[in-house]
């Protein structure tokens, strides 16, 4: 495995690579991200990971300077995974003020884009650099993270992007909680809580396969129960899969998404639901 901090020395170890599978990440590795790191193992010859806390995406009320940096625990994790690890400055990655965004569509400003104004906007412009920077035949992206993914895929296809973009599954604990790098700041008895996220899309998941088309009814029942048990939820939301609009009676293929805060903790989860016709 070698580590690299500089862009042009990339370029120059992928130079003539024709099988490079790519996976960004923000670092405080979890097995969440290594088992994407594992996917992209399977889909290119060449394994590259970049560690890179993107400033651009954290608003000014956000946890930017808290984020758990830990690339000596990361690099570990990965030596046996990766070929290259990227990791960047971020004078690396921006030398000069960044004035040419990503603009995102529309859905970007609902979910988490409305409660994090901007977010989208900075990640789809790292996003679109680090992809220049590497250019993979592939990459991965976790699926915890649905409309990001779903933002990205459409970045790729709409730039006319050679990529193909893989989602990996979330990677859960035994009791069901997605595996994030912000469960770390849940206490005991919080991280005792957190599986109820997960909980209610399930419930969400098997009202909507049992025949209930009421979304509006399951989605406030859902958010009435975590309200109740302490949660802050910044909303819970059936949505069509594909397109991540609100769905149409006859859609089948649909995901529930919830963000909640969990005392200073802001977690996020989804559950893709398939409805069966007969």
């Known amino acids: 495995m070698r580590q690299i901090s500089n862009i042009s020395e990339l370029r120059k170890h992928l130079a ?60 570990a994790k990965l030596k046996e995974l990766a070929n290259i690890v990227f990791v960047p400055s971020v004078s690396e990655m921006y030398p000069q003020q960044q004035t040419v965004y990503i603009e995102p569509p529309p859905i970007s400003n609902e979910l988490c884009g409305e409660i994090r ?70 206490s005991s008895t919080e991280r005792n809580e957190a599986v109820f996220l997960y909980q209610v899309l399930k419930t969400i998941q098997h009202s909507i396969q049992s025949g209930e088309r009421d979304m509006a009814k399951l989605e406030s029942e859902a958010s009435s129960t975590l309200a109740k048990r302490g949660w802050l939820v910044e909303y819970v939301s059936v949505r069509n899969r594909e397109t991540l609009n609100l769905p149409d009676i006859a859609d089948t293929k649909l995901v529930a998404l919830a963000a909640a805060r969990l005392g200073s903790t802001r977690l996020i989860d989804n559950l893709e639901i398939e409805i069966m016709n007969f």
């Open 117 to 186: 104004p901007g977010h989208f906007r900075g990640m789809a412009t790292v996003v679109l650099k680090l992809l220049n920077i590497v250019q993979p035949q592939v990459a991965i992206f976790g699926k915890k993270d649905y409309q990001q993914l779903y933002l990205i895929r459409q970045m790729v296809e709409q730039m006319n992007m050679p990529i193909q973009v893989i989602g990996g599954e979330t990677v859960r604990a035994s009791d069901g909680l997605a595996l994030s790098s912000r469960n770390q700041y849940l």
């Open 16 to 75: 003539g690579e024709t099988s490079v599978a790519f996976v960004p990440t923000m670092g405080n590795l979890h097995e969440g991200h290594l088992d994407l790191v594992r996917c992209a193992s399977e889909h290119g010859k060449c394994v590259v990971v970049s560690v890179f806390v993107n400033p651009l995406q954290f608003g000014p009320s956000e946890d930017f300077d808290k984020y758990p940096r830990t690339l000596a625990a990361d690099l």
